[in-house]
């Protein structure tokens, strides 16, 4: 069973930086898509970022428009630990934020297999 851990957040104000980690545990998810996807108060949960594997020691990385160019996504196979490197923050940025690993054996497209419990990242202005 894999059981993800995420940390990171806190509370920053606008135009800060955090960067949340996602450790995983159970398996070695080096061939797994990684995403983070975040859910604010009375909103519904939403993709933010992911990572997927193309085979080798090749990833690619996905975003949603709304952090395209502020958020970085990227993984340490020798720690089975995915990052969310977060810039230039807004207040629109706060919500929880949570991991998810997607099996290699699922069709791309698919819903993630496995969540974290989530991390608070609060941005105020």
């Known amino acids: 069973q894999v059981q993800l851990v995420e940390s990171g957040g806190g509370s920053v104000q606008a135009g800060g930086s955090l960067r949340l980690s996602c450790a995983a545990s159970?398996?070695?998810?080096?061939?797994?898509?990684m995403g983070w996807f975040r859910q604010a108060p009375g909103k519904e949960r939403e993709f933010a970022a992911a990572?997927?594997?193309?085979?080798?020691?090749?990833?690619?990385?996905y975003y949603a428009d709304s952090v395209k160019g502020r958020f970085t996504i990227y993984r340490d196979n020798a720690k089975n630990t995915v990052y969310l490197q977060m810039n230039s923050l807004k207040p629109e940025d706060t919500a929880l934020y949570y991991c998810?690993?997607?099996?290699?054996?699922?069709?791309?497209?698919?819903?993630?297999?496995?969540w974290g419990q989530g991390t608070q990242v609060t941005v105020s202005s």
């Open positions: 998810a690993a997607q099996k290699p054996t699922t069709p791309p497209g698919g819903d993630y297999d496995y």
């Open positions: 159970g398996r070695t998810l080096s061939s797994y898509a």
């Open positions: 990572t997927t594997w193309a085979g080798g020691s090749t990833y690619y990385a």
